[in-house]
């Protein structure tokens, strides 16, 4: 019996090419295929990334939407993540860091929702530079445990929910 071996999909080696790769609708629909089929599938969509900040919007549509017309709160949830895990993710680039160094693990959540998502939301975190020190940190051994938040608003400012999300972030033995 012949053995089929999945596509191995690999992410860029530097931050400059984490954003490209997150802003490229196909390089990110294949890596959100291949990773996290959900974002995918939600119409996730990183609009700004750099060290600094990330930015990622979901739609208000039939994949989306709750029975109350408004978005899911499991697909803002997978939105606000992503939008502090990809500065993960860049932070461990910009350092040289590869997946099989580092362990990143959400541990804990909370959140409030302000007003009901009605059109599209975009999530923004802005902790870039605090998560670049936290897996500089782990990066020498020290295990972190970092609180990092993801604010949506729709287009018209209008705040509809505050994520926080708590990261574990070691260096694999």
Not at 35 to 44: E, H, I, N, T
Not at 83 to 95: C, E, F, K, Q, Y
Request: overall charge positive; hydrophobic content about 45%; some cysteine.
């Amino acid at each position: 019996m012949k053995k089929v071996f999945p596509l191995k999909l690999e992410l860029p080696r530097t931050g400059e090419g984490i954003d490209a790769a997150f802003r490229d609708p196909v390089k990110r629909n294949a890596f959100f295929l291949a990773k996290v089929p959900s974002l995918a599938f939600f119409g996730a969509d990183v609009t700004q990334m750099n060290r600094a900040e990330c930015h990622v919007s979901i739609p208000f549509d039939w994949r989306t939407q709750n029975p109350f017309r408004s978005i899911y709160f499991g697909a803002q949830a997978s939105v606000a993540e992503l939008s502090t895990g990809a500065l993960v993710i860049r932070a461990m680039a910009d350092l040289g860091l590869g997946p099989d160094e580092i362990s990143m693990l959400v541990v804990s959540m909370t959140c409030t929702f302000g007003k009901k998502a009605k059109s599209r939301a975009t999530f923004r975190c802005v902790q870039g530079e605090e998560v670049h020190q936290a897996v500089l940190k782990a990066s020498q051994g020290e295990e972190v445990v970092l609180d990092v938040e993801s604010v949506g608003c729709m287009a018209d400012g209008t705040e509809v929910s505050r994520f926080s999300f708590k990261w574990a972030i070691k260096k694999k033995a």
